[in-house]
């Protein structure tokens, strides 16, 4: 069967005839498109549509949790997705009683098991002869002696997950040697193939046992050998988030992140990457710019009697292309580059990194890579010898490490940081960091949204002739109806070679012919309306998270705090606090470049204490102390994993406290390991506040409402859930009035001088605008007053506010404004 709603792997599993591998979307999909009798009475033919119906419903509720934005779900949404489901099949003649039982089921609870002590044994004896076989190379031997375990009755699931993960991994190197080494095909055709085969049994080991992170690791092994690394990032991340500590989990995870960097980024369309040989490279450039290769090479061989350095680097850089009297040879071309590099070269440095990423001439190598990044890097940026050229190596590896925090390959996703390195690029004139910057800055990605410095990043970056940045600059005029400009860039683009560019240009252009017809048929005091009501949605629109709405940043003196504090305010005294903790942790730090496990245990200790308080004071000086705090806080983890039944305990907490603290940027991976936070630590409201922040920066403001409640039933006026919760009620669409009421209750609540009071004022005022009450002006500006007397009340370290009230009482003060159309709409969007 080749059906084209099938994929490769449902057609398989059909030929097969085996119902029990049928997924959701296997099954619904054939009895959907089974042809029907033609003698059916139109009663027949109601039910059928009727079940039908049903089958759509099932199949859109796997589909919503197959592409779920988190890798799990809250009891609520469970419960609502429980519920539908459940009348589904009790329509389809299941028993209630029977699924009640199966809702009962924990994967979190070892079911009752009845077990054969004599068939534990044998599947135990076949194991490990299995294994031994694995390790002698014998690989189907291996297989059938595995098989031979699993099918043994009364054995643990713990025990075959075990065995189904070996066979899964017997499987893969089995692949790996049958292979043909002349061409990997990523394709599968048939069950034969050892691959489908692996996945089926990763796959039986993870449902068996779905709290042990070997299962999920398993199956993006296998996903990794198909070229599907997005769903090899999801599998390792959720192998992490169970075992974080696992280096074999990080460096699987980095080398999927880092391919699926490069397929995201169309780099096998990008002529920059594209394989040429140096003389190649030089004619090139002839027919762009006009350069005789002559006069370069003729440079070429001044620069080698000049500067060894140098020269070891074009020598290099020759065995790496390949040139007219060179042949290719990565391994020569590393060495040549590490030549450079011990002399003090960066182009050295940066190049010898490259290879060592990819893995060409030298072992690949992700963490090795970073290091001589960063050692790249850290050179001045001015060259040695010639003090009016820019340093060749040093822009272009601020511009790598940007793109490593950025995705988290070698290092802890974090986008921020990955933002402050492309700044540095961008400040040596480094043209790919800045089109990846305004990517940023355009969705705003671990920076505050900016179009307008998105806009002034891809032109900079266009006009040093990146050909990404020339499309997606061509994308912006369009977006502003500046349709010659437009035009201009995305050939430009295309001219350039981008072949990414070309594919696109008919779906351009297309865009642009209709754009340019609506523009013509609307009358000209329109268009300037839509333009300003289109730009004031886009700057309005925020990827920011409930934790960044609702927390600031900023420098904390101890003794301005202390002052206050003495004084009566609580929020003062709190910072205080959190204060005296981070600083102990600092200080064990600091004192030693050694620590003790016990000075270990007390670092992590004091810093979730200053956590708890408030993470907000929590400002390491440098990378570099947050990345050995980091470390430590992964060996003080691993070391409780370690224990004996791995028991709840106050190290334990805290170690977690602070690994998500530490990597609340990786937010998917922070929310599954959440998840298990709160099962083993449920009275742990600082989980919860945790929990609020990442679903608000996933957007899930349903969830952060549900986190929310869920912890405001240990601490009913813990006003970080409650403010969060009613940021979550703004943002969600049609609960102005949910939002009026929690933000009520958070002041009630909160401290007068609480950093948030003043917006929860403000943002009142526009819920109150938005509910469009007979008396919503008057109270408005009612909630605008309470706001601006609220900040009189602020610690010096939170003023100003960002709540940014001015716009809302302009409205609010001019009542005749608002029978302006427009004006209504802007206030209402924000």
């Given at each position: ?6 994929d490769?792997?449902?057609?398989i599993s ?12 296997t ?19 109601q ?17 919503k ?48 098991q009845?077990i ?8 135990s ?7 031994q ?16 375990a ?17 066979m ?9 040697k ?9 394709e ?5 193939d ?6 089926h ?10 709290t ?5 690791f ?10 599907e ?8 991340e ?7 500590t ?16 490069r397929?995201?980024?169309?780099e ?22 006009g ?5 370069l ?11 060894s350095?140098a ?9 790496e ?8 040879d990565?391994?020569?071309a ?31 190598d992700?963490?090795m ?7 790249a ?7 040695p010898?010639?003090?009016d050229?820019?340093?060749v190596?040093v822009?272009?590896?601020?511009n ?8 988290g390959?070698g ?26 910057l305004?990517?940023?800055?355009q969705?705003?990605?671990g ?20 050909p ?21 860039w995305?050939?430009?683009a295309?001219?350039?070679g ?12 297309t ?37 960044e ?6 420098k ?6 202390s ?10 005294k ?13 200080t064990?730090?600091i ?7 016990q ?10 204490e ?19 705090v ?5 060996e003080v ?6 224990m ?17 603290s ?22 742990s409201?600082y ?10 920066w996933?957007q899930r403001y ?7 409640n869920t ?9 970080n ?7 979550a ?16 209750s ?11 009071v003043?917006d ?31 900040e009189?009340?602020q ?5 100003p ?5 001015e ?8 009542k005749?404004r608002?029978t ?11």
């Open positions: 069967m080749n059906h084209p709603i099938f490769r792997f449902q057609t059909i030929a097969n005839g085996d119902s029990n591998q049928w997924d959701i979307t099954l619904t999909s054939l009895l959907l498109n089974a042809d029907r009798p033609k003698t059916l009475s139109q009663t027949q033919i039910e059928l549509d009727h079940e039908d119906l049903l089958l759509k419903q099932l199949r859109d509720i796997r589909n949790l197959a592409h779920h934005a988190s890798k799990s779900i809250d009891d609520a949404e469970f419960n609502q997705l429980w519920t539908d489901v459940t009348n589904i099949l009790i329509a389809f003649g299941e028993c209630d009683s029977e699924l009640d039982k199966f809702k009962d089921d924990s994967v979190f609870e070892v079911r009752t009845l054969n002590e004599e068939n534990v044994k044998e599947a004896r076949l194991n490990t002869l299995g294994t076989a694995h390790k002698d190379g014998k690989l189907s031997n291996a297989i059938a002696l595995f098989t031979k699993t099918v043994l009755s009364g054995v643990l699931d713990h025990d075959r997950a075990i065995f189904y993960s070996n899964s991994s017997s499987r893969l190197a089995l692949y790996e049958q292979k043909n080494d002349t061409a990997t095909i990523f599968i055709h048939d069950s034969r050892q691959r489908y085969l692996a996945l049994d990763a796959k039986q080991a993870r449902n068996l046992w779905p042990w992170w070997k299962g999920h398993r199956v993006g092994k296998v996903y990794t050998t198909l070229n690394h997005d769903k090899a990032v999801n599998s390792f959720r192998a992490l988030a169970l075992e974080p696992k280096d074999e989990i990080r460096k699987a995870l980095d080398e999927s992140r880092h391919i699926l960097g397929q995201m980024r169309y096998h369309l990008d002529p920059r990457f594209s394989p040429r040989t140096v003389h190649e490279q030089l004619d090139a450039l002839q027919q762009t710019v350069i005789n290769p002559e006069n090479r003729m440079l070429h061989s001044l620069v080698e009697a000049t500067d350095a020269a070891d680097v074009l020598k290099g850089y020759k065995y292309h390949g040139d007219i009297d060179v042949k290719q990565y391994e020569q590393a060495k040549y580059y590490a030549k450079a590099a011990g002399h003090g070269s960066a182009a050295g440095m940066y190049n010898l990194a490259r290879l060592t990423d990819l893995g060409l001439g030298v072992k690949k992700h963490d890579a970073l290091k001589l990044f960063e050692q890097a850290t050179q001045s940026t001015e060259h010898k010639f003090k050229r820019p340093n190596g822009a272009e590896a601020e790598a490490l940007g793109l490593r925090y950025s995705e390959v290092v802890h996703k974090n986008p921020a940081h990955g933002v402050r390195w492309y700044h540095r690029a961008v400040e040596h004139g480094n043209a790919e960091a800045a089109n990846s305004a990517l940023m800055y969705v705003g990605k920076v505050e949204k900016n179009l307008e410095k998105a806009e002034q990043l891809f032109t900079f970056s266009a006009r040093r002739g990146d990404n940045a020339m499309r997606n600059f061509a994308e912006i005029l369009l977006d502003k109806n500046d349709f010659e400009m437009a035009q201009t995305f050939n430009r295309c001219e350039s981008s072949v990414l560019a070309q594919i696109k240009r008919a779906d351009f252009e865009t642009l012919r209709e754009k340019k017809q609506l523009m013509a048929s609307c009358p000209s005091n329109v268009v300037p309306m839509l333009n300003a009501v289109k730009n004031a949605w886009n700057s309005l629109k925020t990827s920011k998270s409930i934790c709405l609702s927390k600031g940043r900023s904390y003196d101890f003794n301005v705090l002052k206050y504090a003495n004084q009566g305010s609580i929020t003062a709190r910072l205080c606090n959190a204060l005296e903790h981070f600083f102990i942790a600092l064990i730090l004192e030693s470049d050694t620590l003790t496990e000075q270990e245990d007390t670092l992590v200790h004091e810093l979730a200053c956590y708890r308080l408030e993470d907000i004071v929590a400002q390491f000086s440098d990378s570099e102390m947050r990345e050995k980091g470390k430590i806080v992964d983890l691993r070391r409780c994993r370690e004996p039944d791995y028991p709840a305990s106050q190290l334990d907490e805290d170690a977690r406290v602070c690994y998500a530490l990597r609340m940027d990786s937010h998917e991976l922070i929310d599954q390991f959440l998840n298990s936070c709160k099962q083993k630590y449920p009275k409201i989980f919860f506040e945790l929990s609020t922040a990442i679903n608000g996933l349903d969830t952060v409402v549900y986190n929310a912890g405001l039933e240990l601490d009913p006026t813990n006003s859930l409650l403010i969060d919760k009613a940021v009620w703004r943002l969600l669409e049609n609960h102005n009035k949910e939002a009026v009421e929690a933000y009520k958070f002041l009630a609540a909160a401290p007068k001088d609480h950093r948030q003043p929860a004022y403000y943002s009142m005022a526009m819920c109150y605008l938005a509910l469009e009450m007979h008396d919503g002006l008057e109270v408005s500006k009612k909630m605008y007053e309470q706001g601006k007397d609220a009189k009340l610690l010096p370290c939170f003023l506010t960002k709540a940014a009230p716009a809302a009482a302009s409205v609010v003060n001019h005749a608002l302006d159309p427009h004006r209504i709409e802007v206030i209402k969007l924000h």
